[in-house]
């Protein structure tokens, strides 16, 4: 029984989505930015639904998803750092990129405030919103089941899960990444996946699987 929070449906697990999208922007200010930065697939698929030339400018990408997300709609990926952002980040942007300027188009709601890290360390982003995240209800009777195994892909997913459902002791989470680690409740069973991608928590959960026959 593994458990899929994301809206992506995926085979073998039960979908139970947690999330929804909303666009809140008409149009993107391109005026002032040679380069745009997505931390997520969302914000990728956001920006190609309102202004189609989001392509014509090159991206960084924050984890491999949305980089893959940015390929597929046929942009151009210049940097994508290999592990969680942080000090990583900064350095190499500081390195690599302080002399361009920085589109962030970014969700209402962030788990990590990149904005604000990088300023830190002197490097100035434009940002922009471009949509916004809310939670599905749940009737009590959809709880998982117990014994289950439910993959959180981000910090939005586990505070909408706590919203509708409490955990059970039986439960195990597989998180998609230590920044969701940080929003999970001190109580909760976990293993981080391998990389920050969907199928490797699958691969994680079917792991746990394997090894409890």
Same mark, same amino acid.
């Given at each position: 029984?593994?458990?899929?929070?994301?809206? /992506?449906?995926?085979?073998?697990?039960? %979908?139970? =989505?947690?999330?929804?999208?909303?666009?809140?922007?008409?149009?993107?200010?391109?005026?002032?930015?040679?380069? /745009?930065?997505?931390? @997520?697939?969302?914000?990728?698929?956001?920006?190609? @639904?309102?202004?189609?030339?989001?392509?014509?400018? =090159? @991206?960084?990408?924050? !984890? !491999?998803?949305?980089?893959?997300?940015?390929?597929? /709609? *046929? *942009?151009?990926?210049?940097?994508?750092?290999?592990?969680?952002?942080?000090?990583?980040?900064? #350095?190499?942007?500081?390195?690599? &990129?302080?002399?361009?300027?920085?589109?962030? /188009?970014?969700?209402?709601?962030?788990?990590?405030?990149?904005? !604000?890290?990088?300023?830190?360390? !002197?490097?100035?982003?434009?940002?922009?919103?471009?949509?916004?995240? %809310?939670?599905?209800?749940?009737?009590?009777?959809?709880? =998982?089941?117990? *014994?289950?195994?439910?993959?959180?892909?981000?910090?939005?997913?586990?505070?909408?899960?706590? +919203? #509708?459902?409490?955990?059970? @002791? %039986?439960?195990?989470?597989?998180?998609?990444?230590?920044?969701?680690? +940080?929003?999970?409740?001190?109580?909760?069973?976990?293993?981080?996946?391998?990389? =920050?991608?969907?199928?490797?928590?699958?691969?994680?959960?079917?792991?746990?699987? &394997?090894?409890?026959?």
């Amino acid at each position: 029984m593994i458990y899929l929070l994301s809206p /992506l449906k995926k085979e073998k697990t039960i %979908s139970l =989505p947690m999330i929804s999208f909303e666009i809140t922007a008409n149009s993107i200010d391109f005026s002032n930015c040679d380069t /745009l930065m997505f931390t @997520s697939k969302q914000a990728v698929v956001s920006a190609d @639904s309102i202004d189609k030339s989001w392509k014509d400018y =090159p @991206s960084i990408a924050i !984890g !491999g998803a949305t980089k893959n997300k940015i390929e597929e /709609l *046929g *942009g151009e990926v210049i940097y994508y750092p290999k592990k969680f952002y942080g000090e990583v980040l900064a #350095n190499d942007i500081k390195e690599q &990129f302080s002399n361009r300027k920085i589109l962030y /188009l970014r969700p209402q709601i962030v788990s990590f405030d990149s904005r !604000g890290f990088l300023a830190k360390e !002197g490097i100035i982003l434009d940002e922009q919103i471009i949509y916004k995240t %809310s939670c599905q209800k749940y009737d009590i009777s959809q709880k =998982p089941k117990k *014994g289950a195994i439910i993959i959180f892909t981000s910090p939005s997913t586990i505070k909408c899960f706590f +919203e #509708n459902f409490s955990w059970d @002791s %039986s439960y195990r989470a597989i998180l998609i990444g230590n920044a969701t680690k +940080e929003h999970l409740p001190k109580e909760c069973k976990y293993a981080i996946a391998d990389e =920050p991608l969907i199928d490797s928590c699958i691969k994680k959960a079917k792991e746990i699987l &394997f090894r409890d026959r």
